[in-house]
T-cell receptor, first 109, second 114 residues
Framework: GQNIDQPTEMTATEGAIVQINCTYQTSGFNGLFWYQQHAGEAPTFLSYNVLDGLEEKGRFSSFLSRSKGYSYLLLKELQMKDSASYLCAVVDSNYQLIWGAGTKLIIKP | NAGVTQTPKFQVLKTGQSMTLQCAQDMNHEYMSWYRQDPGMGLRLIHYSVGAGITDQGEVPNGYNVSRSTTEDFPLRLLSAAPSQTSVYFC?????????????FGDGTRLSIL
């Protein structure tokens, strides 16, 4: 079967750095997305990786290792507004998105 | 720019009732999909469409029907509502999946079945 694993919940301090991990086992791989979802709202796109390595976009970076079936989202200089769920989704061999359950990130002052 | 518009935002139904959740997008996207989101679970694909006149089943299609008569609209029909269908429903659109473009989501419909 296909499986995406993410921690259920993480807590971090305002101004700090946090890394949210995602491991996957899917039938094929055609890319990996990270989305942010604030409580009661729709998911919004953060990043996309298809090649190994780090993609940086402002305070957010995303890393991919295809050989390890592993990605992480790195959030720097955390702000209270970063409190949200972060969803990892893998594009499988049929170009279908397989979603993880999401990681709820709690930012404390 | 409207993006993806879902209606209604909230709905309460009684078991056995039917209803249609509306979804429209104005981005000329080929690909549209319906998901349900339940606590502790990832987004689960109900049905999807790769273009007008073409629909296919996702992971959890039972109890739901869809149609795609135009590029813009992709309604989801609950045939006979059951309490297990209580969930938050999201419609999403994007360009063809093999172009690996991100999906754009509507604001969601919060549906309760009593």
């Amino acid at each position: 079967g296909q499986n995406i694993d993410q921690p259920t919940e993480m807590t971090a301090t305002e101004g700090a750095i946090v890394q949210i991990n995602c491991t996957y086992q899917t039938s094929g791989f055609n890319g990996l997305f990270w989305y942010q979802q604030h409580a009661g709202e729709a998911p919004t796109f953060l990043s996309y990786n298809v090649l190994d390595g780090l993609e940086e976009k402002g305070r957010f970076s995303s890393f991919l290792s295809r050989s390890k079936g592993y990605s992480y989202l790195l959030l720097k200089e955390l702000q209270m507004k970063d409190s949200a769920s972060y969803l990892c989704a893998v594009v499988d061999s049929n170009y279908q998105l397989i979603w993880g359950a999401g990681t709820k990130l709690i930012i404390k002052p | 720019n409207a993006g993806v518009t879902q209606t209604p935002k909230f709905q309460v139904l009684k078991t056995g009732q039917s209803m249609t959740l509306q979804c429209a997008q104005d981005m000329n996207h080929e690909y549209m999909s319906w998901y349900r989101q339940d606590p502790g679970m990832g987004l689960r694909l109900i049905h999807y469409s790769v273009g007008a006149g073409i629909t296919d089943q996702g992971e959890v299609p039972n109890g739901y029907n869809v149609s795609r008569s135009t590029t813009e609209d992709f309604p989801l029909r609950l045939l006979s509502a059951a309490p297990s269908q209580t969930s938050v429903y999201f419609c999403a659109s994007s360009y063809s999946p093999d172009r690996n473009q991100p999906q754009h989501f509507g604001d969601g419909t919060r549906l309760s079945i009593l």
